[in-house]
């Protein structure tokens, strides 16, 4: 018997709305053990969004003041760079400036998803793709959110199916 999504999901999902402010998501995920929120609206899926999203409007920016420096009769300048970010300040200046802002503005629109039928290989091929690493796997079914899958509940399945097997 294949192990399909609907033997790995949960069904109680936590979600955000797309007009739920960065700030009060933001607020939700430190307290949260996992790292991302499907986004639903009315039941359906519309986006996710992750720590990695939430983290990356709040990085420094690069203030880098580059100086090119050379006197006659040298024919090439020299570039010297002078760091100007404040970090701290950086990352203070983020929050004030996102924190009241929609999460759908950060949010990823195109999910990857998997239908209740789905099988563990397919599941495992999309957990173990390198280029789009996703740790989590929304479930739908008729367009309508019924189910998440994390790579720890792939990880216990194949673990169960094994010891049973022995």
Same mark, same amino acid.
């Given at each position: 018997?294949?192990?399909? =999504?609907?033997?790995?999901?949960?069904?109680?999902?936590?979600?955000? =709305?797309?007009?739920?402010?960065?700030?009060?998501?933001?607020?939700?995920?430190?307290?949260?053990?996992?790292?991302?929120?499907?986004?639903?609206?009315?039941?359906?899926?519309?986006?996710?969004?992750?720590?990695?999203?939430?983290?990356?409007?709040?990085?420094?920016?690069?203030?880098?003041?580059?100086?090119?420096?050379?006197?006659?009769?040298?024919?090439?300048?020299?570039?010297?760079?002078?760091?100007?970010?404040?970090?701290?300040?950086?990352?203070?200046?983020?929050?004030?400036?996102?924190?009241?802002?929609?999460?759908?503005?950060?949010?990823?629109?195109?999910?990857?998803?998997?239908?209740?039928?789905?099988?563990?290989?397919?599941?495992?091929?999309?957990?173990?793709? =390198?280029?789009?690493?996703?740790?989590?796997?929304?479930?739908?079914?008729?367009?309508?959110?019924?189910?998440?899958?994390?790579?720890?509940?792939?990880?216990?399945?194949?673990?169960?199916?094994?010891?049973?097997?022995?």
């Amino acid at each position: 018997m294949a192990i399909t =999504a609907r033997d790995l999901m949960t069904t109680e999902v936590e979600t955000v =709305a797309p007009d739920d402010e960065i700030s009060e998501v933001l607020t939700r995920l430190s307290r949260a053990e996992f790292n991302g929120f499907p986004v639903a609206e009315d039941g359906k899926l519309v986006g996710i969004v992750t720590q990695h999203d939430l983290v990356h409007i709040f990085q420094p920016s690069d203030r880098t003041l580059w100086i090119p420096i050379g006197l006659p009769p040298f024919l090439e300048s020299i570039e010297y760079g002078f760091d100007l970010s404040w970090d701290g300040l950086d990352t203070s200046l983020g929050l004030v400036k996102n924190a009241r802002k929609p999460i759908s503005e950060i949010m990823t629109e195109n999910v990857v998803t998997v239908t209740l039928d789905d099988e563990l290989d397919r599941i495992l091929d999309l957990l173990a793709d =390198a280029e789009s690493d996703i740790n989590r796997l929304p479930v739908l079914e008729n367009g309508l959110l019924v189910g998440i899958i994390a790579r720890q509940d792939v990880i216990r399945a194949i673990r169960d199916q094994r010891r049973s097997a022995n």
